[in-house]
């Protein structure tokens, strides 16, 4: 793991992958506000079962839905305008959330104006990943998607702070770090010499219209969306079955979502060297298998630790998952990453609204994991159908990788990368 680091220090611009992720840090604390404070939120306000898992679920849809024009507008007018733009726009619903939200409507708009900040996944992952050669892109974008840490923030933070300040204080402190943020990402990254042409709606469709692409989006709703849907409702989930104080059960998530967090670099990692698609069948049978068995409602000790081994999981899965896009969209790395960014969001959304709902039409938190679990599960039994037909449609050309930094080597091209990984299975 070293030697790997040591050789991404000296390739790329690591001052703006440490930016991508100090951006991407920040903006996923802010984007989960709701969940952490949901305890302190649904007291106050009265809210049933549905409506917390919609209060928490509203955030990651709006995050999804704005990560294909946040994208779009990164490639046109370059990632570190667009991440300035994006951070200074998130200022926006803290300061609503602080100074207006006593009622559900407001917390509603508030949750929907946060998903700027989760839309930061399209600008800081691509700002990141056009200053690293295709074989150092599972580490490389594992180590900026590992922002989704900011979670931890809000969750081992934010209760404390509502406890002692209230919840709608929260929103305000919360835009101190986004300041200090602003500043040191408009001192820190660059943007690569190395840029794509802006992405036009027939250049969408163009992608959507490729099976695999659907693909990509699948497995990412089940990975990502299971880690940030868990992370965005597990503080809630905790108190209502378990019966945890709301500080204590923000402490059980932030463990859980660390875990999560780290793993994602170690996902990228494995898939460089062991091939993304072996790792994502092993992860996806791991989390159903994990997942089912919570769906039982063990005791609160084999509950968090299945939980925290999921989340872990999932993290991996995430790494995985993007250490394949560019590989097989390397031209349209920009546009697949919106759109397979954007389902993860969607998954996000569903996962937490299911949740709620079936807690409050069942009396029970069981149904909801039990669909989760058999989703992975599914998504696992897809990858192993599919893959096999993936030598045939990502046939190589025999023509080398293009673009890149002078002294990269040679690389094989997409098609040729990917029926090396086909064969390994």
Same mark, same amino acid.
């Given at each position: 793991m070293?030697?790997?680091?040591?050789?991404?220090?000296?390739?790329? &611009?690591?001052?703006?992958?440490?930016?991508?992720?100090?951006?991407? &840090?920040? @903006? %996923?604390?802010v984007w989960v506000l709701l969940g952490a404070l949901g305890n302190f939120i649904a007291d106050d306000l009265g809210l049933t079962g549905a409506q917390k898992g919609l209060m928490t679920a509203l955030p990651v849809l709006s995050g999804a839905m704005l990560r294909l024009p946040l994208g779009a507008a990164a490639d046109r /007018?370059?990632?570190?305008?667009?991440?300035?733009?994006?951070? @200074?726009?998130?200022?926006?619903?803290?300061?609503?959330?602080? $100074?207006?939200?006593?009622? $559900?409507? =407001?917390?509603?708009?508030?949750?929907? $104006? #946060?998903?700027?900040?989760g839309a930061s996944f399209a600008v800081a992952l691509p700002l990141a990943s056009r200053w690293y050669p295709p074989e150092r892109q599972g580490l490389a974008l594992g180590i900026a998607g590992a922002g989704n840490s900011?979670?931890?923030?809000?969750?081992? %933070?934010?209760?404390?702070l509502a406890e002692a300040f209230g919840w709608q204080a929260v929103f305000g402190l919360a835009m101190v770090p986004v300041a200090a943020t602003i500043a040191v990402f408009a001192l820190t990254a660059r943007d690569s010499p190395v840029?794509?042409?802006?992405?036009?709606?027939? &250049?969408?469709?163009?992608v959507l219209r490729q099976?695999?692409?659907?693909?990509? +989006?699948?497995?990412?709703? *089940?990975? /990502?969306?299971?880690?940030?849907?868990?992370? @965005?409702?597990?503080?809630i989930f905790l108190r209502d079955q378990y019966g945890l104080s709301k500080v204590?059960?923000? &402490?059980?998530?932030?463990? +859980?979502v660390?875990?999560?967090?780290?793993?994602?670099?170690?996902?990228?990692?494995?898939?460089?060297?062991?091939?993304?698609?072996?790792? $994502?069948?092993? #992860? /996806?049978?791991? =989390?159903?298998?994990a997942?089912?068995?919570? @769906?039982?409602?063990?005791?609160?000790?084999?509950?968090?630790?299945?939980?925290?081994?999921?989340?872990?999981?999932?993290?991996?899965?995430?790494?995985?998952?993007?250490?394949? *896009?560019?590989?097989?969209?390397?031209?349209?790395?920009?546009?697949?990453?919106? #759109?397979?960014?954007?389902a993860g969001g969607v998954g996000g959304f569903l996962l937490p609204f299911l949740l709620g709902f079936l807690q409050e039409l069942t009396g029970s938190y069981g149904p909801g994991f039990a669909l989760f679990a058999l989703a992975a599960l599914a998504a696992s039994r897809l990858l192993a159908t599919v893959q096999r037909g993936w030598r045939r449609t990502w046939a190589p050309d025999g023509s080398p990788a293009r673009g890149g930094r002078p002294g990269w080597r040679r690389l094989p091209t997409p098609g040729q990368a990917i029926a090396v990984e086909a064969d390994r299975q």
């Open positions: 070293r030697r790997h680091l040591a050789t991404l220090l000296r390739e790329g &611009d690591p001052r703006t992958l440490l930016a991508s992720f100090l951006y991407f &840090d920040t @903006s %996923f604390m /007018f370059g990632g570190r305008r667009v991440g300035l733009f994006g951070l @200074s726009l998130t200022l926006a619903p803290l300061a609503t959330g602080w $100074l207006l939200a006593d009622r $559900l409507t =407001v917390v509603y708009v508030v949750g929907l $104006l #946060l998903g700027v900040a900011g979670t931890v923030l809000a969750s081992l %933070f934010a209760p404390r840029q794509v042409a802006p992405p036009r709606l027939r &250049d969408v469709a163009a099976a695999d692409a659907l693909w990509f +989006c699948l497995f990412y709703g *089940v990975t /990502f969306g299971g880690f940030v849907g868990l992370a @965005s409702y597990l503080a204590a059960a923000g &402490d059980l998530t932030a463990a +859980c660390f875990a999560g967090s780290f793993a994602r670099p170690l996902g990228g990692l494995v898939a460089d060297r062991a091939g993304g698609i072996r790792a $994502l069948l092993s #992860l /996806f049978t791991l =989390v159903g298998a997942i089912l068995a919570v @769906s039982g409602m063990p005791p609160i000790g084999l509950s968090a630790a299945l939980l925290f081994g999921s989340m872990a999981l999932l993290g991996m899965g995430n790494g995985a998952v993007f250490q394949l *896009v560019p590989q097989r969209f390397r031209r349209e790395i920009g546009v697949a990453t919106g #759109l397979v960014g954007a």
